[in-house]
């Protein structure tokens, strides 16, 4: 008979400085990799965006390793559940000031005190082209983006003309799903928008297995150069118009999105993992 073995477990609300709002993320903290397909269910019990979990690095590049797991697929790169698991360790331990991951398909991450901004995580910037995908645009709602932006890495990039173009859109998410694993980022700027951001977006990833998720740090990778080449400067402020809301800080330095936002620990406990 196999026995469950206690992990340490910790729900965070990431890009939000209120309890209850921003995107959640759990994350565990394991001695070694379990097998792939417990991993991914646990990611199918939790039914967050995304389960971060985190084993000590032993090769040394960082101090430790990650993967992120949404509930039905590993994904290459998260930014709300990076930022969560550097808030938790960074919060364990008051003398650091960084901590490094690790990842799979998305090089070595890292989190860092960010002052008033709470955190910062370093992701890749994402770079995106002009392109076109009439098939989709009536899939997201009745208004007509005026750019549509790709990358080969299935990020999708919807300009609209105001804010109040994205609040109203209405996915036909089944029909999204369908076509694979691809973020639909819809975004316009922030002018009248309430909380004063200069850039604000929604969205969707029904064939990630999240129809809107409520924070998301690599869509922002990939919207930070897209909007600071727009801006004309390498800054600025986001919100992500989600039913909880996100609000981040967007730089761009070479070849790296700098996200800035605050975390909140809402649950710590012990995790049954089965033996």
């Given amino acids: 008979m196999s026995h469950a073995k206690p992990v340490p477990y910790v729900h965070v609300d990431a890009f ?20 792939d397909a417990l991993l991914q269910a646990i990611g199918a019990e939790n039914l967050f965006a995304e389960t971060a979990f985190l ?6 590049a960082a101090a430790y ?13 998260c930014g709300h559940a990076t930022l969560a698991s550097g808030h938790v360790l960074l919060q ?4 650091l000031d960084r901590v490094t991951f690790r990842t799979r398909k998305a090089g070595v991450l890292e989190v860092r005190r960010d002052g008033a901004n709470g955190y910062a995580v370093g992701l890749p910037a994402i770079p995106t082209q002009p392109g076109a995908w009439d098939a989709v645009i009536p899939l997201l709602g009745t208004a ?12 999708n990039i919807l ?7 994205v609040a109203a859109l209405a996915p036909d998410m089944k029909a999204l799903k369908a076509l694979g694993d691809h973020q639909f980022i819809c975004t316009a700027p922030g002018a009248g928008h309430p909380g004063g951001a200069d850039v604000v977006s929604r969205v969707f990833v029904p064939g990630g297995g999240v129809d809107e998720d409520a924070a998301t740090g690599s869509a922002h990778a990939a919207l930070t150069p897209f909007w600071t080449a727009r801006l004309g400067r390498d800054r600025f402020t986001a919100h992500q118009a989600s039913a909880r809301g996100a609000d ?7 070849d790296r999105a700098w996200l800035g936002g605050h975390c909140v620990t809402v649950v710590e406990g012990t995790f049954l993992m089965p033996g």
């Fill in 92 to 95: 364990r331990d008051a003398g």
């Fill in 144 to 155: 007509t983006p005026g750019e549509v932006w790709q990358s080969p890495d299935r990020y």
């Fill in 159 to 165: 300009l609209y003309a105001d804010a109040a173009e």
């Fill in 16 to 35: 939000t400085a209120t309890p209850l709002k921003g995107n959640q993320a759990a994350v565990m903290l394991l001695d070694s990799w379990p097998d």
């Fill in 248 to 254: 981040f800080t967007c730089r761009l330095d070479g």
């Fill in 55 to 60: 084993v000590p690095d032993a090769s040394g």
């Fill in 65 to 77: 390793e990650l993967r992120w797991f949404t509930p039905e697929l590993e994904v290459r790169l």
